[in-house]
């Protein structure tokens, strides 16, 4: 199969003194990123991740795909189907981590689209690179999760959180997820963000532009598929602590392709 690499451009944040503020969106048809701070775009060479021997791995680069059949029928009426969904992300999760447990504890379903946004009462796409947390707001989503006395004994010990994303319609073409190899961040590419929504203020962590960033996707994902991504890792010896990642604008997507919708679920990973 020949290499689908292709050039996109991906969104930055410029550096600046004050700390940004990423509000969360309410689900719909006018769903928008809303982040108070400044963004460039940058072209990158974003490489096709299926071509690479060998495969991207959670532990070495922060990400990894793998196949898996759900039971699910409708993503969009998952609650009557989400304890054996989860059930299903849990046993993926722990095959690729090699940890003791896994939780999961949180769905967003997603959509390039206004339209299905509308009709679906979804959110938008996250088209700026981005992690999902950072240090603090790890742990403190551990502490959110388990009783205090779990809670003390996991941060003793190693821990991660992963997302798991696949689609719920059809093949991805349009806004795929592009993953940063995490061994080609540096520290100082990072800026810890406050990340408010209605419910509660969390924080996140924007990325500034390095050349030395290595960017991949899996191109034409199918709904048998899902992306793994690390979004922390407390111990990741010579691997990747996390993956930042943003959906970008596939150059090679057909014009009349369907809209991107996808469903991403996080876990937190407890290891022994």
């Not at 998952?78 to 504890?105: C, D, K, N």
């Not at 950072?134 to 190693?158: F, G, H, I, N, P």
């Amino acid at each position: 199969m020949a290499s689908k690499d292709t050039q996109a451009r991906l969104r930055y944040l410029v550096p600046g003194p004050e700390r940004p503020v990423y509000y969360a969106s309410q689900a719909g048809a006018d769903a928008a990123l809303n982040v108070t701070a400044r963004f460039e775009d940058r072209e990158v060479a974003v490489r096709d991740a299926r071509a690479l021997r060998p495969l991207p791995s959670l532990a070495r680069e922060g990400f990894c795909l793998r196949a898996q059949h759900t039971a699910v029928d409708d993503f969009y009426a998952l609650e009557p189907q989400r304890e054996r969904y989860e059930v299903e992300l849990t046993e993926l999760v722990l095959a690729a981590t090699g940890a003791e447990s896994a939780l999961v504890f949180d769905h967003t379903l997603r959509s390039d689209s206004a339209a299905v946004r509308g009709a679906r009462t979804t959110r938008e796409t996250a088209s700026l690179i981005h992690n999902d947390y950072t240090a603090a707001s790890a742990a403190k989503r551990v502490r959110d999760r388990l009783t205090a006395e779990q809670a003390a004994a996991r941060l003793q010990r190693r821990f991660a959180i992963v997302n798991a994303w696949r689609s719920v319609a059809g093949v991805i073409w349009h806004s795929p997820l592009a993953c940063c190899d995490g061994r080609s961040l540096a520290e100082s590419d990072l800026v810890p963000s406050e990340r408010r929504a209605a419910e509660r203020v969390g924080e996140l962590e924007l990325v500034t532009w390095n050349p030395a960033h290595r960017w991949y996707y899996f191109p034409e994902m199918r709904p048998d598929e899902v992306l793994l991504i690390k979004t922390w890792d407390s111990d990741p010896g010579e691997g990747a602590a996390r993956a930042v990642h943003t959906a970008f604008d596939n150059p090679l997507a057909p014009a009349d392709a369907p809209p991107r919708e996808s469903i991403e679920s996080r876990l937190l990973v407890f290891f022994a």
